[in-house]
């Protein structure tokens, strides 16, 4: 049997040598048992995550209406999604409108709300979670709830404009309006960053804050100086996942537009849906997919990039 | 004692093949070979116990006794045969079918109509039934509309057995039209002085802010579907040899322009704002905010049932120059292919689709039956509401379908619908909506065609 110093030795020699060292008894026992506590969920990812995905890659490659094999079409579909399909142009549009002024707003409003609740005001756990209720609502019942809100005719908003002498738009009945009708909708829901950049906020220990009032610094630059840079993982956290989920964005269009008027709200997810749940064109929809995920990975790849230039992590070697 | 731990590299070697399965299952061919020939279908019949499963979709409470008084029937006929029913919602129907078709666990027979007859045809998924029923004494086509199998028969091949159809008319508010010091309508589908004038006149005589707050309380009329006007205005979606639009002749021009008018320029008809704000069309008619609404048979079932309401119904208007139109959605019941036996699913078939089924459909579900004896009986015609149910039945010499043509659903709601939601909105002319559906619909039957 080796001594312990010889192994450590040796896995200093190893390091030295760039090798992965090889793993103790002890080591290799913790790792088994992490893999079989994760394994639930490494399962659940591989057999109904991973192998759909791969599986829809195939499928993009070929003319696929579910009752005939697959025919392999190489990469037709994406010649056809990319220079032949004015609706597929059409549901980039859309989407990327909404994402371009859902995020940044809904960062904004969240970022507010949390920073006011997080203040020692009188009945403050009750409006955090009036805040965060419309967040665990079904966007089903939210949806519906929200058709007659923007109805023009009978809808509160439009009788709320109304008091002040002008009549309304046509909201979700307007091709120009539906689009800002349910970016409008979806900032009902900043509940959820809210309770993300609360927790931030309740981590940012009082010193440094104490230590910026000494030094001189007022409300506003402690909250540049202090709250933000603290915060910015957290941030980078939420513009991640909210950048993600807008790109995902069906179920309102789904509800209350349809993707109308006029393919005014035909957003990626409900152009998917429509060519394999209604036309039943799943290789196309394969390759559309494919679409949305590589623009998600993409943008969401150079959000986490460019972190290394506005994001602190606090205590981190060497890093910014 | 043997080493139990997993190694990493033995774990994900685990994992990938865990993996590579699923995905090769995901990849696997589809089972149920649509090729087999009608003939070939299953063992021949035998005492032995058979399941057999309906598919249907709706669930309404009516919808699933009706359904499961047929599964009885079955097993009453067939003592080693228990049948049931699959009901699901509308939206979900296709879905659920292809995917049990896919898994190889196809239903034993399915409902077809208008939006999924063509669909399955298209896909080659269904059996011919004119074998199964030429080789039948006990059934014949002959005691359905002959109108109902000609429309349905293509290429010699007939798919859906029908069971029920659903004319479309003007439903219409009797005291309404008494309060506009209106004559009830004509029941008859010849009558050239019931047209597009007369049809506006009315309409806009019955059109009426009764408060006086400057917003119009009642609505002459209400069109949830444009496709029928459509028709009877003489034009079409496609055109005749179904290679290309038909929207941009002037027949379709016209007819689509006079809808767009009715709401725009006359103010007869509610914008979908209003409508959203105060239900369907049937809701509206209820309440009496609208006057008339077109809607296949299926309006009578929900308006018998509401107490005190004066309602009756008259035929489609005519169109100036043009033939009557009876726009009809029919429905039945097929056999899809790589069902466990066809033998059993033609037992189950005829069922769905004899003289009692139709009765049913007649009594209880309020639609017109497919067989005419039983339509043209005291079971439909001699119901005492609508006082005039004759006019869906007169409509019969004059039943036009949509097209029949596999991809007319994508082209309806891809390409067609959304640019004519924008004319009926006016946030488009007529013109321009046509001429921006125009080769979307030219592109979806290219690659149909495959042009």
């Known amino acids: ?320 | 004692m043997a080493d139990q731990s997993l190694s990493r590299r033995r774990f994900l070697q685990s994992s990938a093949l865990v993996a590579g399965g699923a995905l090769m299952a995901a990849c696997a061919p589809v089972a149920g070979d649509p090729g087999t020939a009608a003939a070939d279908e299953g063992d021949s019949m035998s005492e032995e116990p058979v399941e057999l499963v309906a598919q249907y979709w709706g669930t309404r409470p009516e919808f699933i006794e009706d359904r499961e008084i047929l599964a009885q029937r079955m097993t009453e006929k067939f003592p080693n045969v228990t049948a049931s029913q699959n009901s699901v919602p509308g939206g979900q129907y296709g879905e659920k079918v292809l995917t049990a078709i896919a898994a190889g666990t196809p239903p034993d027979t399915m409902q077809l109509n208008h939006r999924w007859e063509p669909f399955f045809r298209g896909q080659e998924a269904l059996l011919n039934v004119i074998p199964f029923a030429d080789a039948d004494a006990e059934f014949t086509f002959d005691v359905f509309y002959p109108r109902i199998i000609e429309l349905g028969t293509t290429e010699g091949q007939l798919v859906t057995v029908p069971r029920g159809w659903n004319p479309f008319v003007i439903y219409y508010n009797r005291a309404l039209f008494r309060e506009a010091g209106l004559d009830d309508l004509t029941t008859s589908w010849e009558n050239d002085t019931w047209n597009w004038d007369s049809f506006l006149e009315t309409a806009q005589a019955l059109t009426a802010d009764s408060d006086g707050d400057g917003r119009t309380d009642v609505y002459g009329m209400f069109f949830p579907y444009w496709y029928p006007f459509l028709r009877l205005g003489g034009g079409d979606v496609l055109s005749d040899d179904q290679q290309s639009s038909g929207l941009g002749s002037p027949e379709a021009l016209a007819a689509l322009q006079w809808l767009a008018d009715l709401r725009l320029t006359h103010g007869v008809s509610p914008t979908p704002a209003e409508i959203e704000g105060l239900g369907s069309a049937q809701d509206l008619f209820t309440a009496g905010r609208v006057a008339m609404f077109t809607a296949g048979a299926w309006g009578i079932g929900a308006l018998t049932r509401v107490e005190g309401l004066d309602w009756d119904v008259g035929p489609l208007p005519r169109a100036a120059g043009q033939p009557p139109v009876g726009y009809t959605q029919y429905y039945g019941h097929g056999i899809p292919k790589g069902t466990q036996s066809a033998e059993w699913s033609w037992e189950y078939l005829k069922i769905i689709s004899d003289e009692e089924s139709n009765i049913t459909v007649a009594q209880t579900i309020g639609d017109v039956p497919a067989m005419r004896h039983i339509a043209e009986s005291e079971h439909f015609a001699g119901l005492p509401k609508p006082p005039t149910r004759q006019v869906f039945i007169d409509s019969a010499p004059h039943m036009q379908v949509w097209p029949t043509i596999a991809p007319i659903t994508e082209i309806m709601s891809r390409a067609i619908t959304p640019e004519l939601n924008l004319a009926f909105l006016g946030e488009k002319s007529v013109e321009d909506a046509v001429a921006a559906a125009g080769p979307q619909v030219d592109e979806i039957l290219a690659t149909f065609w495959g042009n």
Not at chain 1, 59 to 84: C, H, M, Q, Y
Not at chain 1, 172 to 185: E, F, Q, T, V
């Open chain 1, 1 to 320: 049997m080796r001594s312990r110093q010889a192994q450590v030795g040796q896995t200093a020699n190893e390091l030295a040598a760039g090798k992965r060292p090889r793993m103790s008894g002890i080591a290799r026992k913790e790792a088994i048992a992490g893999y079989i506590a994760i394994s639930p969920w490494l399962l659940g990812f591989l057999i109904f995550q991973l192998a759909p995905i791969l599986a829809a890659f195939y499928i993009s490659s070929t003319e696929w209406r579910i009752l005939s094999a697959p025919e392999f079409i190489g990469v037709r579909n994406f010649d056809k999604l990319l220079f032949k399909d004015d609706l597929f142009w059409q549901s980039i549009k859309v989407t990327v409108i909404y994402v371009i002024f859902r995020v940044p707003v809904s960062a904004v409003l969240s970022l507010a709300l949390a920073l006011l609740m997080n203040q020692q005001l009188a009945g403050r756990r009750l409006f955090r979670t009036i805040y965060y209720l419309p967040a665990v609502i079904p966007l089903v019942a939210v949806s519906m709830m929200w058709i007659w809100i923007f109805n023009p005719e009978y809808g509160v908003l439009n009788s709320f404009i109304r008091l002040f002498g002008v009549e309304g738009p046509q909201w979700i009945h307007s091709s120009r309006w539906a689009l800002p009708a349910l970016i409008i909708m979806s900032l009902w829901q900043v509940g959820t960053g809210m309770v993300i950049f609360l927790a931030g906020l309740q981590g940012i220990p009082a010193h440094l804050y104490e230590a910026a009032t000494i030094d001189g610094a007022n409300t506003w630059q402690r909250f540049l100086k202090v709250t933000l840079p603290m915060l910015s993982p957290v941030v980078l956290f939420a513009l991640v996942m909210n950048v993600i989920g807008s790109f995902q964005i069906f179920t309102q269009a789904y509800i209350m537009t349809a993707g109308g008027p006029g393919n005014a709200t035909l957003f990626l997810v409900l152009y998917i849906y429509r060519n394999a749940f209604e036309w039943f064109h799943m290789g196309y929809a394969s390759a559309l997919a494919w679409v949305l995920f590589v623009v998600v990975l993409v943008i969401s790849l150079i959000m986490l990039r460019s972190s290394e230039h506005w994001v602190h992590y606090e205590g981190r070697i060497g890093g910014a």
